[in-house]
């Protein structure tokens, strides 16, 4: 852009190695960033807290800048984050000095005695007046990115490559929707490749599944995965939480009630069953069911046939079931709250969902990726996490999984004030695994795994023992050794 009438400002300092700036003038300001002269410049790659005072504005407007190239006389500074609030202010301010000269203002090449609409030269767009301008200048700058891109290719790779983008990014000025629905289930792990593995596996294959997990690993998405890839994916997904909705209202809500059938039922209503006809019936928290509704929904998966509540007309209905639940189903049987002969209609195949702490590295990756996702969503521009943030990450335990990431990368966005985000920011109780030496941190973690190991047998250590790879002898030398009591080994984590 060609120089701007010269504005005032004033700077607050970040951090800086050197001595604080003095007052500067923009010598050329965009969107994107400013030219600056000051008698004292920062280093190079630093990061600084602008205050831009503008003429036309009662207030001023606080930046944070990156220095990207420094002078005798001034520097030039990246815009890294500003309020979206501001950025019509500093447009405002940009375009009433735009005029109408006859050289472009991005690149500075001749247009002549009628100004087009976009560059001949950049291919930049000059209707400043145009509401849609920042959509047309966004993808304007995206295309030129990808022909340079582009433009390193090889020769050998460039109309592959070209045919490929240009589909998404160019023709529809946008980058287009992930056509892999995997790309949800974000993991590079071993446990979740085999994930990604079995479910394009099940999806081929019309049979019922059961996925187990703890709380927040992401069962519906795995279920949604599967219908997806499947031949009914054209058809309902339909979800319920069996553990969300009153007992008394469950059996109704699955199956449908006819009119009359009771006390406010003025009208033939289908169930979910009905509604997911051709597609796929998701049973979240299916553990939760009374043995009032397991009873008629066994007696469907044996004929595919309903029966509305009040209603004496069999039914048949197409669909697939895929139930989830984050309990030992085998230990809810044996305390005779789910039938076994339902867990055997469920469970033809098992899909396991593992946690996030069993995840290693996924941790960061799905920490960047969420970043990206919600800072996008609140137009703030947040370039990552800091060091001290990334072992925050790496430490913590995770007990809601997925759920609770996403849940903590969302807090961490809207309390960034600046472009990384802090531990303040996550506000994330460590299990302090970076302050103790390798040996605490070791018997710590050790103690928990066989606590937890435990628990999930009901109390059995010579199972337990077997879970964990270790004789029963050496399981009760662990118990000893970590002060752990036998007998309140069912109730370790409640």
């Not at 066994?298 to 029966?307: A, M, N, P, S, V």
């Not at 309390?415 to 990384?420: G, H, L, R």
């Amino acid at each position: 852009m060609r120089s701007e009438p010269r504005v005032p400002f004033r700077c607050k300092i970040s951090f800086l190695i050197h001595d604080k700036l003095k007052s500067g003038v923009i010598a050329n300001l965009s969107l994107n960033g400013a030219l600056i002269n000051s008698e004292d410049c920062p280093p190079k790659d630093s990061l600084i807290d602008l205050t831009l005072t503008l003429p036309s504005l009662s207030h001023s407007i606080d930046v944070v800048a990156k220095v990207n190239r420094v002078k005798d006389d001034g520097f030039a500074a990246e815009f890294v984050s500003i309020e979206p609030a501001n950025i019509p202010y500093v447009w405002s301010l940009i375009q009433s000095r735009l005029g109408s000269g006859d050289s472009c203002s991005y690149c500075g090449g001749l247009l002549g005695d009628k100004i087009p609409l976009d560059c001949p030269h950049c291919g930049y767009p000059l209707n400043f007046d145009d509401p849609s301008y920042f959509e047309k200048r966004d993808a304007a700058v995206r295309k030129k990115d990808l022909l340079n891109f582009i433009s390193d290719l090889p020769d050998s790779h460039v109309n592959a490559v070209y045919g490929l983008i240009k589909k998404h990014v160019v023709e529809n000025n946008s980058y287009g929707e992930a056509e892999d629905e995997d790309e949800e289930m974000i993991g590079t792990c071993d446990k979740m490749k085999a994930v990604f593995h079995l479910i394009r596996k099940l999806a081929t294959v019309d049979v019922p599944v059961l996925i187990i997990g703890e709380t927040g690993t992401g069962k519906e998405i795995a279920a949604r995965a599967i219908h997806e890839r499947s031949c009914r994916r054209n058809s309902p997904f339909i979800p319920i939480n069996c553990g969300a909705i009153p007992k008394d209202l469950l059996e109704s809500e699955l199956f449908g009630h006819e009119k009359g059938a009771f006390t406010g039922a003025d009208k033939q209503v289908k169930g979910r069953i009905e509604y997911a006809a051709g597609g796929t019936l998701f049973l979240d928290e299916v553990g939760e069911l009374p043995l009032s509704v397991q009873v008629k929904l066994l007696r469907f998966l044996q004929d595919y046939k309903i029966e509305r509540v009040g209603g004496r007309n069999s039914i048949e209905v197409d669909l697939r079931v895929i139930a989830a639940t984050n309990r030992d189903l085998e230990k809810v049987i044996s305390e005779g709250r789910f039938r076994e002969d339902l867990y055997y209609r469920l469970d033809v195949v098992t899909l396991r969902m593992p946690s996030l702490r069993e995840r290693g590295d996924d941790i960061v990756i799905m920490a960047e990726a969420f970043l990206r996702q919600y800072a996008q969503k609140v137009e703030k521009r947040i370039r990552g996490f800091t060091r001290e943030a990334l072992a925050t990450l790496k430490a913590h335990h995770w007990p809601g999984n997925v759920r609770e990431l996403i849940n903590r990368i969302r807090r961490g966005v809207v309390m960034a004030e600046q472009c990384w985000i802090t531990p303040e920011n996550l506000e994330l109780k460590t299990r302090q695994s970076y302050q103790e030496g390798l040996r605490e941190t070791t018997n710590r973690f050790q103690c928990e795994l066989i606590k937890e190991t435990i628990y999930r047998y009901g109390g059995k250590i010579t199972e337990a023992a077997k879970a964990l790879k270790v004789s029963r002898s050496e399981m009760y030398y662990l118990l000893k050794k970590h002060k752990i009591d036998q007998k309140m080994c069912r109730n370790l984590l409640s």
